[in-house]
């Protein structure tokens, strides 16, 4: 096989229920099926009792059997705090989550052994890795990934990590919206509004996009992260027990054989009853004759429809939040396995009034869309960028546990922003800069997202140091924090360690949060502001007052302590509006002083403004 090799690029769909992976050849996107010729491969990891594990569709076949060791939906808890997939998942994902003592990250334990939901994912990403490679006759070491358009910047870095793990290096991180659109080609010459509405096995996703001039922007996202395919096949499952029990007794115990069995059965009724009106089934539980099941396509639709409406309920929340209107969108794009259910056609259809397209696989769009990314990156095709936004603002700690924002909210990625800092203490040694995400005005509401120290600067009075803080988030929405201090260049720098992860529900609760406390933030955010002015009056004031060369009177002397002692108490109260007072007549007074003051330094030293970090 002499297809390119060395450079090439894969793009790869990490999926809550399947993964796969597809490539840009001589003639176009194509995916990379198994030796078997499948293409999906369940996202699935089995442990076996002697030490070894099966990844892919023997793992699945392994679920019901053996649940405490079968290891599915490991998407759920990338990036994730511990306390996080407890609430949300409850005890649905039937193996045992737990957190480590010195993480509060979630880790999967399968008898005495951690693992990490990166581990899990990269058993996972090694086998897509090696379909690939039996695929193309030849090694592959880079690839594009998807994820979807909520994860935010830890669950982003855990699945590179999931990458590195498994002998990959993931030359970017797409999402999966943008990447379906790219699949169908939405992006040349053409402006517009792409809704990509994703119903896969566990999850629905619905994402707004906007394109112009070949760039795309997630303008909303909606969707509920435990409605898909898996609540389709439990209510037909319901109906084949119900069955089974009007056979036997209905308190009797079905063996999870038998359950295995059943579930996997109602899954095929489910993909039948997407062809044809009725599918039937008989059931061998070793009875004196096996029992007969049959659903109609009619019974089905019934059964689904209240989870139905709730997608096309996202998909009003999603436009409104694009401000959007179903008419002016342009093209719908309909991605995920559970897609292929007539009537969920049919009710999208419905609701935007427009055909969507189906002319691709839904289950392997995500990945030809990665393919033609990846393809981008190894040089095949040049006429593409792809931007995203950042769904939170970055920024870090100033003194008083303020929250100095760098890079706002929906900002486009990749973004870059500097603000420079300075000392609140004298001869401070080493400055903590703590980084955090969020909306609100005081970084205890805010999320930490890592922190890190620049040492060994030598003693300066506080104030005089000059902190270059930079931001950089790359394409890929992984965040970079840099810190140089000019007069004695030390530089310290973080790439985000990942800390627990947000869902989009999560960070839309954030933003109604701050707009909700927006007044009684703004209130601190002064209080704090103030205390800070009125401790680097005092402070550049009893500096200038020493200096020898500083021709002051007794009296004036006197006034001016008597001044600073007064922002001293007003400082330690609550009284915004009488500190601010102070603040501002006392500033004026200085301003006379920094006028009679020798040197451009020492007014500078009066007239600082800088905001200054925590010692
Ligand atoms: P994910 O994105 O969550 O990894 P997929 O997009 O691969 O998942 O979708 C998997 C879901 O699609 C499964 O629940 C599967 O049963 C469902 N599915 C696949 N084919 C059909 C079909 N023909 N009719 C109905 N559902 C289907
Ligand atoms: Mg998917």
Redesign the pocket.
């Known amino acids: 096989m002499s297809e390119k090799t060395g450079d090439v690029v894969i793009g790869i769909?990490l999926?809550?229920?399947?993964?796969l992976a597809a490539i840009v050849g001589k003639d176009g996107p194509r995916i990379l099926t198994r030796e078997d010729g499948a293409a999906?491969i369940p996202?699935v990891v089995s442990f076996l009792d002697d030490g070894g594990h099966l990844v892919g569709e023997e793992a699945r076949a392994r679920s019901v059997t053996h649940p405490r060791s079968t290891v599915h939906s490991v998407?759920r808890l990338m990036g994730q705090h511990l306390e996080e997939v407890r609430r949300r998942e409850g005890d649905r994902l039937g193996y045992e989550v737990v957190a480590t003592e010195d993480s509060e990250l979630a880790r999967v334990r399968i008898g005495d052994k951690l693992y990490t939901p990166q581990e899990i994912s990269a058993l996972v990403l090694r086998e897509v890795k090696r379909v690939a490679e039996q695929a193309l006759g030849h090694e592959v070491e880079q690839a594009v990934i998807t994820v979807p358009a909520y994860f935010d910047d830890s669950q982003r870095q855990a699945t590179r990590d999931a990458a590195r793990i498994a002998g990959l290096q993931a030359l970017r991180i797409v999402n999966?919206p943008t990447a379906a659109a790219l699949a169908y080609g939405l992006d040349t010459s053409r402006e517009g509004t792409v809704v990509v509405y994703?119903?896969?096995?566990?999850?629905f996703d619905v994402s707004v996009l906007k394109i112009t001039q070949g760039v795309y922007k997630v303008a909303a996202t909606a969707g509920d992260t435990h409605l898909?395919?898996?609540d389709?096949?439990h209510e037909i499952m319901d109906r084949i027990l119900h069955a089974v029990r009007d056979h036997v007794s209905a308190t009797a115990t079905i063996p999870v054989e038998a359950l295995q069995q059943i579930r996997l059965s109602a899954?095929g009724l489910?993909?039948q009853?997407?062809?044809r009106q009725d599918a039937h089934l008989e059931i061998d539980l070793g009875l004196d004759e096996p029992i007969a099941f049959r659903i109609t396509r009619q019974e089905f639709e019934a059964a689904v429809r209240p989870r139905l409406d709730e997608t096309l309920a996202c998909c009003r929340a999603a436009l409104k939040d694009a401000g959007v209107t179903p008419d002016q969108v342009d093209e719908v794009v309909l991605?995920?396995?559970?897609?292929?259910?007539p009537l969920v056609r049919a009710l999208v259809e419905e609701m935007f009034g427009r055909t969507p397209h189906t002319e691709l696989d839904?289950?392997r769009v995500?990945a030809l869309g990665a393919a033609i990314q990846a393809d981008v990156l190894s040089g095949g095709n040049k006429d593409l960028l792809l931007l995203d936004v950042i769904p939170l603002s970055l920024g870090i700690e100033t003194v008083g546990g303020a929250f100095a924002k760098l890079v706002t909210r929906n900002s486009t990625v990749p973004a870059r922003a500097t603000e420079m800092f300075s000392t609140s203490v004298d001869d401070q040694t080493s400055i903590e800069i703590n980084v955090f995400q969020g909306e609100r005005e005081l970084v205890r509401d805010c999320r930490p997202l890592g922190a890190f120290k620049l040492r060994g600067l030598p003693g300066m009075p506080a104030g005089l140091p000059r902190v270059e803080v930079t931001f950089l988030v790359d394409a890929d929405g992984v965040l970079t924090v840099k810190a140089r201090e000019q007069r004695s260049e030390l530089e310290a720098s973080i790439d985000v360690v990942p800390s627990h992860g947000l869902t989009r529900d999560e960070v839309k609760d954030i933003i109604r949060d701050s707009i909700k406390e927006a007044r009684s933030d703004f209130a601190a955010r002064e209080l704090i502001e103030l205390r800070n002015k009125a401790h680097n009056l005092a402070t550049g004031t009893r500096r200038v007052l020493a200096m020898p060369e500083m021709p002051f009177t007794d009296a004036q002397r006197k006034d001016i302590e008597d001044d600073l002692a007064r922002l001293d108490t007003l400082s330690k109260g609550e009284d915004v509006a009488a500190l601010r007072e102070a603040c501002d007549a006392f500033g004026d007074k200085t301003q006379a002083l920094a006028d009679q003051a020798i040197g451009e330094a020492i007014k500078a030293e009066l007239n600082r403004e800088q905001s200054r970090l925590p010692s």
């Not at 994703?198 to 999850?203: E, F, R, S, V």
């Open positions: 769909d999926g809550t229920t399947n993964s999906l996202s998407k999966e994703d119903l896969g096995g566990g999850t898909g395919g898996d389709f096949d899954e489910k993909r009853l997407s062809e991605v995920g396995g559970s897609t292929r259910i839904p289950d995500v």
